[in-house]
């Protein structure tokens, strides 16, 4: 039994091509570690999941049912049906709402209907992972400062009443004790049958939190993840 | 003195109503709808055309008839603008210068519609019903005709609903998020065919509504939706994209400039005026009154 099933999936932007074949698959329940260097195709594989990138070839099979697929234009078009199907994210950087507040941003998360209706417990929930923005609620998102911004983004995905959650890169641009935090709060979630995939660049960070940790080297998937990071196997472990 | 304030009020009720659907729609898809006048006439008509019905039908009750009349306007306007929205968004939004496709696509509707509604109907104006009765309100020895007071209390319920709506409901946020970061609202799951569907027949309703009052003093004719556009989008403008407070203080303002012009100027003055006003608008405050949309759209 699969959550999620990618099959010989390759994916890209114009003529460049970033995913080369990928296979991979998450089993409910699983938090798995993406880890491999900057610019090696994670982000686009977490784009590629939910339709975002400028083409994609192959199957993705989630919950069985087909989102994949050959599509050569159109990118973003089919996001918000997979997102509704129960996938969350929370993207690089972050793409929060900068006008709205905190928690208008935290509730925007619950937007299918389900989780609408809970919204208030959910948001209660992700103040009991993410304890600083509690104050912060009434407070506008873009006066926020880097890490806040980041826990509003990752909370805003807790939000979803999803079955998969995909968080990348949630300790970039920040400083060390902070993206520490976040990452061990994220890793800490009760996950139930839900999955969870965390895309990072920094191994530490992940090691032994996770239930499994793949590579990705040039487009590929590596079990391996020494491969996947080549001869810089501690780059970022200064952040520990 | 009383007479200039509720004057001012009902110009202010009409423009809020047609400048709040362009804000409306220009600060959530990015489409600056030039075809929100040729809306407003079509609720004009659909208003017209059910109180004709209605008369044949031997139906003489002066509140089903108003009701009647604000009901189909609104809903004839709503529908209108998801035509306009199924003929230049839904084909066009995730095409390269939507902004600039949208813009000549909307202006064509209008152009033609402008004409569909002069072979249909023919030039000469329409008159509707009076909705409030012909009564005058005593107010410290001045009357004021039920007319003025019904628009302005209709377009202050009707815009207080539309504001607490978006602040409160889920298609609020909606629309809300979609104004802050498009890309965003995708992957929460907001889809900007839906969002763009729903701010068209929204502002398409509340452009019904101005135009079913308006008809009260100006009558429908096929060309009469080009005026409250023109004020429709200044006011937006002036009011700062996307925000509803913005919205409807600039909406007084422009309304009180005008009153205040005819009166003590004169009529023709009033387009010198609204001009010059809101060029002074923008160089103080450049993203207008109330200024939401700070630089997240370009």
Known sequence: MTLLDLNEVSAGYGTMRVLHGINFSIRPGERVGLVGLNGHGKTTLISTIVGMTGWQDGSIKFNGKE???????????????????????????????????VSDNLDSGAYTPGSWRQRRKRRQDILDIFPPLTRLLRQSAGTLSGGERRMV?????????????????????????????????????????????????????????????????AGEIKDDVGEALGDMPAQGSHND | MIELVVSALVLASMYGLVAIGISLTWSSIGMLNLAQGFVFTAGGYGAFMVVEALHKAGVHDTTTIALAAILSGMAVSALAGLFVGVLAFLPLHDR??????????????SLLGTQVFMLTFGAR???????????????????????????????????????????????????????????????????????????????????????????????????????????????????????????????IIFGFAEAL????????????????????ILLIRPRGLGGVLEDVRE
Not at chain 1, 69 to 97: E, M
Not at chain 2, 261 to 280: C, D, E, H, K, N
């Open chain 1, 67 to 101: 989102i994949g697929g050959r599509r050569s234009h159109g990118a973003g078009r089919t996001t918000p049906k997979i997102v509704r199907l129960g996938i969350a994210i929370a993207p690089q950087g972050d793409a929060i709402f900068p006008g709205l507040s």
């Open chain 1, 153 to 217: 983004s990752v909370g805003r995905a807790l939000m979803a009443d999803a079955d998969l959650y995909l968080v990348d890169e949630p300790s970039l641009g920040l400083a060390p004790k902070i993206s520490t935090g976040l990452v061990a709060a994220l890793c800490e979630i009760e996950l139930g049958d839900g999955a969870m995939l965390i895309a990072e660049q920094n191994l530490p960070l992940l090691a032994g939190r996770c239930d499994r940790i793949v590579g990705m080297h």
């Open chain 2, 96 to 109: 390269a210068n939507f902004a600039v496709r949208g813009l000549i696509a909307t202006l064509a509707i």
């Open chain 2, 125 to 251: 104006n329409k008159p509707l019903p009076q909705l409030f009765g012909l009564g005058r309100l005593d107010i410290f020895g001045v009357t004021i005709p039920f007319s003025q007071l019904g628009t302005i209390v209709v377009a202050a319920v009707l815009l207080g609903a539309v504001a607490v709506w978006m602040r409160r409901s889920r298609r609020g946020l909606q629309m809300r998020s979609m104004m802050m970061n498009p890309l965003g609202a995708n992957m929460v799951g907001v889809s900007v065919r839906t969002t763009g569907m729903t701010a068209l027949a929204i502002s398409g309703a509340l452009s019904g509504l101005a135009s079913v009052m308006l008809a009260q003093t100006y009558f429908v004719s096929p060309s009469s939706g080009m005026q409250p556009l023109i004020v429709g989008l200044i006011v937006s403008l002036a009011g700062g994209l996307g925000s509803i407070p913005g919205t409807i203080a600039a909406a």
């Open chain 2, 261 to 280: 012009t005819s009166r003590f100027l004169a009529q023709s003055m009033v387009p010198f005026v609204q001009f010059g006003l809101v060029i002074l």
